[in-house]
């Protein structure tokens, strides 16, 4: 019976180490967890702080856009093109035939028979 004692009481020393320990450990994985969590979660506010920030200057781009769209006519599109490709202002003249002198040609060609 004092052997049955002295192991029961040995049983609850071990016991309540065991616990101790596992309460120990499990407070400091706790603090690991918690301290994880807190990080992504920070990173997901900061992403989402980014993503809002890009979302709301996508937003203004498109605002831009199209006001340009709504603010460009028929008539300032054929103006910009006339202005990016046009050769001048003035209309050029007439354009003449010119009689070409060809007596400063050789007569001998090299691919014709000679008489």
Not at 22 to 45: P, R, T
Not at 65 to 75: A, G, I, L, Y
Not at 100 to 114: A, C, F, G, W, Y
């Amino acid at each position: 019976l004092d052997e049955y004692k002295s192991l029961v009481d040995k049983y609850k020393d071990v016991r309540n180490d065991f616990e101790g320990k596992m309460k120990v450990s499990c407070h400091h994985f706790q603090e690991l967890e918690e301290e994880h969590i807190c990080q992504m979660k920070d990173f997901i506010d900061t992403f989402a702080k980014s993503w809002e920030n890009e979302h709301a200057l996508l937003g203004q781009v498109h605002k831009e856009f199209k006001q340009s769209c709504d603010e460009m006519t028929v008539q300032k599109l054929i103006t910009a093109f006339i202005e990016k490709k046009g050769t001048g202002r003035e209309k050029p003249g007439p354009i003449e035939f010119v009689e070409p002198d060809l007596s400063s040609l050789m007569v001998n060609r090299p691919m014709s028979p000679e008489p």
